[in-house]
């Protein structure tokens, strides 16, 4: 099987060469980490630091995928957007938000966006993205179908972000699919909130742990909706998922 120097399975365009991504932003810092990580994939990367030199970079590269930062000096991503779009109409656009900027999340992904990713964010989670945003557009082939979690009759590509249970597609928001990867790579293993918070959160909220009683309830009624329950409470200890006992 074929391997990228990260230890995954190698993701080509279809015609084996390697893939393309640009990557916009104007944190100069920042972006050399984040191209780093994509060429140790075997891919072929540019950055540009504002809209103007990201268009003619897009232009001279054709990218599979733009990583995109909202906020850029001479523009904001949204434009830079309907502008890619000209360039290469199928390119895949993960944007770059702030934290607490729902409303560019929300236009973004209205705008035209694939998918988003919150600052600060881990260069697994950009990677992880940007390929199951690839292989679901068709603009990338991999040897092998990649890792997958399964507990009990709930199955999980990690890449494709994709979750099933007996078959079923699960249709689950950035944050309830971060939170059942926490529980399925834990499985039978009680985490409490505040491992919870810090590891599919990965800051402070406060004190606010009902965030974590809500995304479970969310969890619950997707993944044990109509079926045998497999998400549980230990109370006073926090959550645990475990297959079904027949």
Known sequence: MDTARSGRPALTR?????????????????????????RYEGWQVRTAGDGASALTAARELLPDAVVLDVMLPDTDGFAVLRALHTVKADVCVLFLTARDAVEDRIKGIT?????????PFSLE??????????????????????PRLTV??????????????AGELIELSPTEFELLRFLMRN???????????????????????????LYISYLRKKVDAGREPMIHTVRGAG????????
């Open 187 to 213: 499985p039978r293993r009680v985490l409490s909130k505040a491992q919870i918070l810090d590891r599919v959160w990965s800051y402070d909220f406060g004190g606010r742990a009902h965030v974590v009683e």
């Open 152 to 165: 009990g009759d709930l199955v999980m590509d990690e890449e494709a972000r994709e979750v099933t249970r």
């Open 111 to 119: 705008a035209g966006g694939d998918d988003y990713v919150t600052k």
């Open 14 to 38: 279809p015609d084996g060469t390697p893939l393309r991504v640009l990557v916009v932003d104007d944190d100069p810092d920042l972006a050399e980490v984040l191209s780093g990580a994509l």
């Open 239 to 246: 959550y645990v998922i475990k297959p079904v006992t027949p």
């Open 125 to 146: 989670e950009v990677i992880a993205r940007l390929r199951g945003l690839l292989r679901r557009a068709g603009m990338a082939r991999q040897l092998d179908e990649g």
